[in-house]
């Protein structure tokens, strides 16, 4: 009987198994590919139409000057927000129902982190592309910035770098986030964010009463925009750790 | 016969809740198990120990030989569907049905496509959306057709109707004999899985109270019937389990009989009656609350 099961049972290897959790974070496409696509478009013709409006009202003498000031535009802010919802489902929902499935932890964080890289990777490009056509077009003829926002960069090459630290920044905090839930309810993310609040305020008033608010300044100023943005990767890295650690203890509860 | 589960020393406690309180027992390979128990006796939690879902305190399980924690070795020949199963929020019927196969080897698509026309499960609808019952149906197509040589069901058929039901045992008992394979079934309608079940295990407070193959268990113990002065003779000093009384008569219930013993009831003018499962287990169950009460 034994042999018989055995031989049977065809088991996957590690990176088998890996794939099959990323597989199952896009099971259904349209929440983590095709929908944000969707939203993404809907608000770029609301943008186009507005552009539109700005462009025949202001007159094409001053749309240089317009185009100064939409290059503040926080149309595409939101999908950073979006990605973190999509994190923390993944942590808190599709975890549960993987250990059914005979997951381990350590499968689960590691194919879910593969997931969190891919679909960042899939936007970062994806913007960039339509950063570089909103740059040749001269703002889609309509001097329009979405994609071109002045806090992205100033190249093709810095845009794509910003867009892929920012999504992977907002895919790990969130998930980082999503294991102290699942691991110690509400009343964990409460402390963890009092704490958090604490630290921010405990800083804050060490930088006043010292008089060193000028040393943040000046290490901002310092690093740039890109450098500003690579040390986020400091917080997106021991999130990827952080939440597997908590993750590896966490039982699933009703 | 080969163990596919051992357990020794067994204990977890929630504070100050013992959940799980020193067990021991083996599951042998190829036999459909019953784990009986009251709501929060600890079947959930047993299970999630033996899935690697939680965390033992003290002693050791092995499953398949080895350690189930975070071991992708076994829990990968291991099904576990609960009664509170959650499903991730964006997900329809079919999504379970198409991710299903990358997690279970031996998962047979065909007859998963058979049983979702058994249940009429609707493929499009969101699980969200989803009636009690039908919830419970997708956990028990899951269970059935992934075919793991170790399956566990959690109070499966939480919301299906008693047709339904009926579906599920059928059809467990036809794959079975085809594709033998371990299963754990816990659940509290005792009568109903009855003639399921090869082995049972009951668990009361934490505590494995009954260890049992299901044939043996059920001659354990026996109803005598009639008009009591004469049950009371017949009873005598053997140990009693149960004891019901209504004017003169009287119905109790002791130990397994032998043929002799039967043909001295018989004799006496009394009616033997077999006890069903059901009773029986709520009888033990009632014994060791008393003896607990007592002991506390």
Redesign the interface.
């Known amino acids: 009987?034994?042999t018989a099961?055995e031989t049977?049972?065809?088991?996957?290897g590690?990176a088998g198994?890996i794939l099959?959790v990323v597989?199952?974070n896009v099971?259904?496409p349209?929440?983590t590919i095709i929908m944000p696509w969707l939203i993404l478009g809907i608000i770029f013709l609301a943008n186009l139409t507005i552009w539109w409006i700005i462009f025949n009202s202001v007159g094409a003498d001053n749309v240089a000057d317009v185009s100064d000031g939409l290059q503040y535009s926080g149309a595409s802010t939101w999908i950073f927000v979006y990605m973190t919802v999509v994190a923390i489902?993944?942590i808190n929902?599709?975890f549960?129902?993987a250990?059914?499935?005979?997951?381990?932890?350590?499968?689960f964080w590691l194919g879910s982190s593969v997931t969190f890289v891919l679909l960042s990777a899939m936007y970062a490009v994806g913007m960039t592309i339509l950063s570089v056509i909103e740059e040749t077009t001269n703002g889609w003829g309509l001097g329009g910035h979405m994609f071109t926002a002045v806090f992205f960069g100033d190249t093709w090459l810095q845009r794509l770098f910003i867009y892929f630290v920012a999504f992977l920044f907002f895919f790990f905090f969130g998930a980082a986030i999503a294991t102290v839930y699942v691991r110690w309810r509400a009343n964990g993310v409460t402390l963890f964010f009092v704490v958090l609040a604490a630290l921010l305020i405990a800083g804050a008033a060490v930088l006043t009463l010292t008089g060193n608010w000028q040393v943040i300044g000046d290490f901002f100023a310092r690093t740039g925009l890109v450098g500003s943005f690579a040390w986020s990767l400091v917080i997106t890295v021991i999130s990827g750790f952080a939440g597997y650690l908590i993750l590896?203890?966490a039982?699933?509860k009703? | 016969m080969?163990a596919v589960i051992e357990v020794t020393g067994l204990s977890k406690t929630f504070g100050s809740i013992r959940a799980v309180d020193d067990v021991s027992f083996t599951v042998e390979?190829?036999k459909i198990y019953g784990l009986l128990g009251r709501n929060g006796a600890g079947k959930t939690t047993l299970m999630?120990l033996l899935?690697?879902?939680?965390?033992a305190m003290k002693g050791d399980i092995r499953v398949f030989g080895e350690s189930p924690v975070?071991?992708?070795?076994v829990?990968?020949?291991?099904?576990?569907?609960?009664e509170?199963?959650?499903?991730?929020?964006?997900?329809?019927v079919k999504?379970v049905f198409?991710?299903?196969p990358?997690?279970?080897?031996?998962w047979d698509a065909e007859f998963a496509e058979r049983l979702i026309g058994d249940f009429r499960l609707p493929l499009n609808q969101r699980i969200k959306k989803l009636s009690r019952g039908q919830l419970s149906s997708i956990g028990v197509i899951v269970g059935l057709a992934s075919r793991?040589?170790l399956t566990f069901f959690d109070e499966p058929y939480l919301g299906l109707d008693a047709v339904a039901r009926q579906t599920f045992y059928d059809r467990l008992l036809e794959d079975y004999a085809q594709n033998?394979?371990t299963v754990i079934l816990s659940t509290h309608l005792i009568d109903e899985v009855a003639n399921l079940l090869e082995h049972v295990l009951v668990i009361d407070q934490g505590r494995i109270i009954i260890d049992q193959d299901a044939e043996s268990l059920r001659g354990t113990a026996t109803a005598v019937v009639g008009v009591a002065t004469a049950v009371d003779a017949f009873v005598g000093t053997r140990e009693v389990i149960h004891r019901d009384r209504v004017g003169g008569l009287a119905s109790v219930t002791i130990a397994g009989l032998d043929a002799t013993e039967r043909a001295a009831a018989s004799a006496a003018g009394l009616e033997l009656t077999p006890v069903s499962l059901q009773q029986l287990i709520i009888r033990r169950t009632n014994t060791s609350e008393r003896e607990f009460e007592q002991s506390a």
């Open positions: 009987m034994t099961t049977q049972f065809r088991a996957a590690p198994r099959n597989r199952l099971a259904n349209w929440t489902q993944a929902l599709t549960p129902f250990l059914g499935y005979g997951v381990t932890r350590r499968d590896r203890r039982t699933p009703n | 080969t390979e190829n999630q899935t690697g879902q939680d965390f975070e071991n992708a070795h829990l990968q020949r291991i099904s576990f569907i609960k509170s199963q959650r499903y991730p929020d964006d997900f329809r999504h198409k991710s299903a990358w997690f279970f080897a031996n793991a040589p033998p394979r």
